[in-house]
């Protein structure tokens, strides 16, 4: 390590509830007695910084600054090697999950971090990310939601309800953003509705800044039932997973209150808050024959009805559904006003 380096380390090390001993100094810094003396001095001499000996503890500390007086800082900003390769996923992260949006202003941060890893001869970044956004939102409406929320703007939207194929004109005020297995969706006070509204970010056909700010209110928090479908969690689903799927789902969290039971045969059951069913079917479902709902009955009985119509479908003959005029295109376009 560069001696700016092992300065920064000291300044982390020091800033433990419990200071280090000089052993433990010595030890993360890989460096002699003397190396350590003359950092220490450096830091003391030519950074400023209050570094005194606690002989209770063997080890060294800051001295608490006087009362209203800033504490001391390590000059400028540095990163150890681990921290550039942390920062170096980042940009990758935040553009799969949404792409397009703060793909300029994170460009300069992605060029500055690789210089630093090139100057550090930290080699090439090995970490990739690949989210598989399903529901890819238009950065153009991305943006305006991000910056309702966190400018506490009321948003007029254009809302499609997929539940009945109808479009709403609402009047919003943005609580928080939320990212689900794919999904952006904004929790909301509906105005129109005069109650609190999840809206999924890909289904707002149009939308407009407004100049009235928003209004706070306490939004349910996501997960206190299953899944995006919040609510209180009052009921609870008992799934029993064949001894091949158990592999897997033993090591998954359905949701945090979730609690698992390994049975003798290999096989897995698995209790599940939830009160509204419509996600937790689908979940069950993507297992197939792997999984049985035993509780509660009108979730088994769902489960089986979705079965059987799925098997009439299959029964019938495939018909080849009408042809669309060459050349045309389906698609719904975001539009801002």
């Known amino acids: ?93 935040l553009s799969q999950l949404q792409p397009g949006y703060l793909a300029d202003q994170l460009e300069p941060l992605g060029r500055r971090l690789d210089q630093l890893a090139r100057a550090a001869q930290l080699g090439s970044n090995r970490f990739v990310v690949r989210a598989a956004p399903l529901r890819p939102v238009n950065p153009e409406c991305f943006g305006l939601v991000a910056s309702a929320v966190i400018r506490r703007q009321r948003l007029g939207i254009t809302y499609l309800g997929r539940n009945r194929n109808e479009e709403s004109e609402r009047t919003i005020s943005p609580q928080r953003l939320i990212y689900y297995r794919g999904t952006w969706y904004v929790d ?14 890909d289904a707002i056909l149009t939308a407009r800044a407004m100049t009235t700010l928003a209004v706070d209110q306490s939004t349910q928090p996501l997960f206190e039932a299953y899944g995006i479908y919040a609510g209180h969690g009052e009921r609870t689903a008992i799934l029993h997973f064949d001894t091949e799927a158990s592999r897997w789902v ?31 079917l689908m979940d069950v479902l993507r297992h197939g024959k792997h999984v049985e709902v035993v509780e509660p009955a009108d979730l088994r009985e769902a489960v089986i009805s979705t079965l059987e119509e799925a098997r009439a479908v299959y029964e019938r003959p495939w018909r080849k559904p009408p042809q669309i005029a060459e050349g045309r295109e389906i698609r719904r376009a975001f539009v801002s006003r």
Not at 31 to 43: G, I, P
């Open 1 to 93: 390590m560069s001696q700016m380096e092992r300065v920064c380390l000291i300044d982390r090390l020091m800033r433990r509830r419990s200071p280090p001993p000089k052993a433990e100094l010595l030890r993360q810094l890989a460096v002699s007695r003397s190396t350590l003396k003359r950092d220490l001095t450096y830091m003391r001499d030519r950074l400023k910084a209050p570094i005194v000996w606690d002989r209770s503890y063997g080890g060294y500390r800051y001295e608490e600054p006087e009362k209203g007086q800033p504490g001391f800082q390590v000059p400028g900003l540095w990163f150890s090697a681990e921290e550039i390769h942390a920062l170096r996923l980042v940009p990758d992260l």
């Open 188 to 201: 909301a006070w509906c105005h129109s509705r005069e109650d609190e509204r999840r809206f999924s970010l």
């Open 250 to 280: 033993g090591d998954e969290e359905w949701h945090p209150r979730q609690t698992r039971t390994h049975l003798e045969d290999g096989s897995l059951i698995l209790r599940v808050p939830f009160d509204h069913p419509e996600e937790l």
